[in-house]
């Protein structure tokens, strides 16, 4: 925020509580470890009924970042330039109508908003707009509209190629729909495909993957409802079905994401938990062929909660994972078959049962590590950030950072205020290889000399988990 006055500023910040740390596996009432929770608004403030999805900006010109909220009647755009007082700036209202689902994402400056609202088409809103609110909370109109379709269940965009994609339309027999927002203000119908019927979700990469075959092709991964679908939609003109593949027990083929590297792509599905009975699945796909794509492993979460969407950062998988909230998940070892949960904030306390409340989206590519999570019915806004443990009670040797350090055989954590009572390490695969209970002393050394080459985890008080290598 750049011209806002100070008794203004401080009129529109909304937000019921703010900044709680995660200490003893609880954040304000909601169970968290290894992360705390910044801020939090309720959709009642944003004047809307529900929220849904979300997405993030950040301003190029000065790195402040911004919260786009779907909600059931507009978008919000929230300043979190100070995440524990963040500002409602107004909201783009709907095109048409107010319906549970809407989308939203970002290129070049711009927003793109699609709805499942009957003849909303696609809604275009220039962020820079957001650097001067005068008097917040305005009421934006959009800057651009697109109208080669009406109701759309999500949009994907490649910000590579600057193509936006039109998913689960009334158009191409619920396959992308292809617009061209080179010229984000004019956009532009480009086609689309047909071959495999309806997507619910999709993504669409410039292909840079183990498959040389492909490198430097746009490649659409669809969502299908039942099965995977992989295109190359490179020429426009010519999009060509490249495979597809199932898997057992499906129920609805919902949403999925690749790894950074393109050799895997994570699948939710998002009824299977309730249909089956069984814990929250993942199923990882091996696309190193993607002419012969293979499911390389299921991963099952710890709880019964449904699935919903998915991200990868880096080495981290994060997982909307309704009642259990946003769960954290290390892929570092996926070429082995092992993901390692490390932490996880539920934005819904009642239970982790399979049914829809709770997390919908969750959004962890701002470069300041403030990640969002939004919901579904219960909730609103929530601003959730990794718990730091080398600033905050517990001093871990500057992050863990004597770990590659062959000279040094041991590790000295220090508490500052509070007394460290239990502290475990575990490898990937969650096995306990270390752990002390009923501790009372505020300083532990640990010797880990014994310890092999590899990746590890550190729980201390049963609540803060940190991610250590040693080589």
Not at 50 to 70: C, K
Not at 287 to 299: A, M, Q, V, W
Request: with cysteine; proline share 4%.
């Amino acid at each position: 925020m750049k011209k806002l006055l100070l008794p203004i500023f401080l009129a529109f910040i909304a937000f019921s509580f703010a900044q709680t740390p995660c200490v003893g596996g609880i954040a304000a009432g909601y169970p968290c470890s290894g992360y705390d929770l910044q801020s939090y608004i309720p959709y009642g403030d944003f004047g809307a009924g529900n929220s849904n999805d979300s997405w993030g900006w950040t301003d190029p010109d000065d790195g402040t970042e911004y919260v786009l909220v779907g909600l059931d009647n507009g978008v919000a755009f929230v300043d979190i330039s100070d995440p524990v007082s963040p500002v409602y700036l107004g909201k783009l209202p709907t095109h048409t109508s107010s319906t549970l689902w809407r989308d939203v994402k970002v290129y070049n400056n711009y927003a793109f908003v699609v709805s499942e609202a009957g003849g909303h088409g696609m809604q275009v809103f220039d962020l820079t707009r957001l650097r001067d609110v005068a008097s917040p909370p305005e009421t934006f109109t959009e800057d651009a509209h697109y109208d080669g379709f009406g109701s759309a269940h999500n949009v994907v965009i490649n910000e590579e190629a600057g193509f936006a994609y039109g998913v689960g339309t009334n158009t191409f027999n619920g396959g992308p729909h292809f617009v061209d927002i080179s010229d984000p203000l004019n956009p532009v119908a480009a086609g689309g495909y047909n071959v495999d019927a309806y997507s619910h979700d999709g993504q669409v990469v410039t292909y840079n993957g183990p498959d040389t075959d492909y490198v430097g092709h746009e490649i659409y991964v669809g969502s299908n409802e039942d099965e995977v679908i992989i295109a190359d939609i490179t020429d426009k003109n010519n999009p060509v079905s490249i495979s597809t593949i199932g898997y057992s027990n499906t129920a609805y083929t919902h949403q999925g994401w690749f790894t950074d590297d393109h050799k895997y792509f994570i699948v939710g599905d998002e009824i299977d938990e309730i249909d089956y009975g069984f814990n929250t699945r993942a199923l990882v796909f091996d696309f190193s062929d993607l002419e012969n794509p293979t499911l390389s492993f299921e991963y099952s979460g710890p709880t019964s909660a449904t699935d919903h969407n998915g991200y990868v950062k880096g080495n981290e998988y994060y997982l909307a994972n309704y009642t259990a909230g946003m769960r954290v998940i290390d892929i570092s070892d996926i070429d082995n078959g092992n993901f390692t949960e490390t932490g996880y904030f539920d934005v819904y306390p009642s239970n982790n049962n399979s049914g829809y409340d709770g997390a919908w989206n969750v959004y962890p590519y701002f470069e300041s590590g403030n990640i969002v999570i939004t919901t579904l019915f219960s909730g609103g806004l929530f601003i959730v950030k990794a718990s730091d443990l080398s600033s905050g009670d517990f001093d871990l040797n500057q992050g863990l950072s004597v770990f590659p350090n062959p000279s040094l055989d041991e590790i000295n954590i220090n508490s500052k205020t509070s007394a460290i009572t239990s502290i475990s390490i575990s490898d990937v695969s969650g096995k306990i290889l270390f752990s002390e209970n009923d501790l009372d002393t505020d300083n532990k050394t640990l010797n880990i000399a014994s310890f092999s080459e590899g990746m590890y985890f550190i729980t201390i008080n049963n609540q803060v988990t940190k991610k250590i290598i040693k080589k």
